[in-house]
């Protein structure tokens, strides 16, 4: 009786002093992704599937608070309003335009230094921490119909991202109910 009840409990702890973040385990979890979340603080770990780019100066420090991380992420993203949708390019290696992961990878590494795939399969499969999407914080990477499409949650129930159907690096709307709302796939925490 007691490991009945101890199991329908939920179970919480603090694993900073190792990793430098909470991690929250509930049991009995409702989805598989509700399993670990982690929260929105300030960290200097790397997300899973990413490395830290030692050749450029990201506009925010690996110390940076969450919300100055998330203005970083906002400033990169917002300069390239506009860009053209060109399928595999990115700026970084001297082609005009990006295509949707191409986008959120050049993103995430001038703002914070994050060096990651360009694929939208490697992000949907091994970048950032999985989350469920009632927790999605703005800086969270979205990824769409099992890797297809990704953006970045900003809040308000909007993403920026780049192409879908805008031929553009554009604001979309997560907003429930919306298309992209409902095609959601995975939410990742960046930071």
């Known amino acids: 009786m007691k490991i009945k009840h101890i199991a329908s409990a939920v179970i919480s702890f603090s694993i900073t002093a190792v990793f430098g973040m909470s991690i929250a385990f509930a049991a009995p979890a409702t989805t598989a992704s509700d399993v670990a979340q982690v929260t929105h603080t300030t960290s200097t770990a790397l997300p899973p599937g990413v490395t830290y780019n030692k050749n450029i100066k990201p506009k925010a420090a690996r110390t940076a608070t969450a919300k100055q991380k998330f203005r970083a992420v906002l400033s990169v993203a917002q300069s390239k309003l506009g860009t053209r949708y060109e399928w595999g390019h990115n700026?970084?290696?001297?082609?005009?335009?990006?295509?949707?992961?191409?986008?959120?990878?050049?993103?995430?590494?001038?703002?914070?230094?994050?060096?990651?795939?360009?694929?939208?399969?490697?992000?949907?499969?091994?970048?950032?921490?999985?989350?469920?999407?009632?927790?999605?914080?703005?800086?969270?990477?979205?990824?769409?119909?099992?890797?297809?499409?990704?953006?970045?949650?900003?809040?308000?129930?909007?993403?920026?991202?780049?192409?879908?159907?805008?031929?553009?690096?554009?604001?979309?709307?997560?907003?429930?109910?919306?298309?992209?709302?409902?095609?959601?796939?995975?939410?990742r925490r960046m930071f």
């Open 91 to 187: 700026e970084d290696r001297g082609q005009y335009g990006f295509d949707c992961s191409n986008y959120t990878a050049y993103v995430y590494n001038h703002a914070l230094g994050y060096k990651m795939s360009g694929a939208s399969q490697v992000q949907y499969h091994s970048v950032g921490w999985k989350i469920a999407r009632s927790n999605m914080q703005p800086g969270d990477l979205v990824i769409f119909e099992k890797g297809k499409h990704v953006g970045i949650y900003i809040g308000n129930g909007e993403m920026i991202q780049c192409g879908g159907g805008l031929g553009k690096v554009g604001y979309l709307s997560l907003k429930p109910g919306s298309y992209w709302y409902k095609h959601i796939s995975a939410v």
